[in-house]
C-alpha cells in the first residue's frame, strides 16, 4: 500500500498540488473558459436536437472532409464543442469540466484553447489526407469518411490530457491515454480513434517543441550566470 501511495503522489503529486493550489486562490473564478465550454456544448446538444436547430449547428460547427478546406477551417473552432450525436451528451460535458478545467488552472485558458484547436486541427486535417491516400494505404481511409463528422470535444480533451501528463511529468497516465486510444483503433477501426491518434502526434509535437524551448531558456540563463553572454533562439 505504501508503495502504491509513492507511485501516485510522484504520478500526479505535481498535477494535484498546481490544481489544488489555483482553486484555492480563485476557486471558481479559476476556470471561466472551461464553465463557457461546458455551457457552450449543453447548449449546442439541445439545439442540434431540434428540428428547428439541427441544420444551424450542422451549418455552424459540423466539419466534415468533403467540406471545402476554407470552410472546414471556420467551423473548426466552434467544432470542439458540438458533441456527437450518438453518444450520451454528459459523458462530454464531464470530459470538458474536468479536463479543459484542469488544464485551464494549470496551463491557463490561452494555451488551453491552443493546444485544443491544434489537437482538433490535426484531426481534421488527417481526415483529408488519409481519404486522399485510400483505404489500401496503412494511413488511410475508405472515401465514404469524407461524409463522417468529425471527433467534436473528444480529440481537444484527449490532447490535453495527453499535455498535462507530459507538463506534470504524469508519464504513466499519459501513456495510458496514448495506448487506450491505439487499442481503440485496433478495436474499432473508425475514423473518430484515427482523428484521436493524428491529435495526439500533433500534440506529442508540441510537446517537443516546448522542451526544446525550456532547454534552450535553461541555457541561455545558465550563460548569463557565468557571466557568458546568453543565447538567444
Not at 144 to 149: E, G, P, S
Not at 169 to 174: F, S
Request: charged share 15%; net charge positive.
Amino acid at each position: 500500500m505504501n508503495r502504491l501511495a509513492r507511485w501516485a503522489r510522484a504520478e500526479w503529486g505535481p498535477l494535484y498540488l498546481a490544481v489544488s493550489r489555483g482553486l484555492v486562490r480563485r476557486r471558481w473564478r479559476a476556470v471561466p473558459v472551461t464553465l463557457g465550454a461546458v455551457c457552450l456544448t449543453a447548449v449546442l446538444q439541445f439545439v442540434q436536437n431540434r428540428s428547428w436547430g439541427f441544420q444551424a449547428v450542422q451549418d455552424l460547427g459540423s466539419v466534415r472532409a468533403e467540406d471545402p478546406l476554407w470552410l472546414a477551417l471556420l467551423r473548426t473552432p466552434l467544432s470542439l464543442f458540438v458533441p456527437a450525436l450518438d453518444l450520451p451528451v454528459w459523458g462530454a460535458l464531464a470530459q470538458i469540466l474536468l479536463v479543459f478545467g484542469i488544464a485551464e488552472i494549470c496551463l491557463g485558458w490561452w494555451r488551453t484553447l491552443l493546444i485544443a484547436y491544434v489537437a482538433t486541427l490535426a484531426g481534421t486535417l488527417y481526415a483529408r489526407v488519409g481519404i486522399a491516400l485510400g483505404p489500401h494505404h496503412p494511413l488511410g481511409l475508405p472515401g465514404a469518411d469524407a461524409q463522417i463528422v468529425d471527433t467534436g470535444p473528444s480529440a481537444a480533451v484527449v490532447g490535453l490530457a495527453v499535455f498535462l501528463g507530459w507538463r506534470y511529468r504524469a508519464y504513466v497516465t499519459a501513456g495510458l491515454v496514448i495506448a487506450a486510444m491505439v487499442v481503440e483503433v485496433l478495436l474499432k477501426d473508425n475514423l473518430a480513434g484515427k482523428e484521436h491518434l493524428a491529435a495526439i502526434a500533433a500534440v506529442l509535437v508540441m510537446c517537443g517543441v516546448s522542451a526544446a524551448r525550456h532547454r534552450r531558456s535553461g541555457r541561455a540563463r545558465a550563460g548569463s550566470g557565468s557571466g557568458l553572454p546568453p543565447i538567444h533562439s
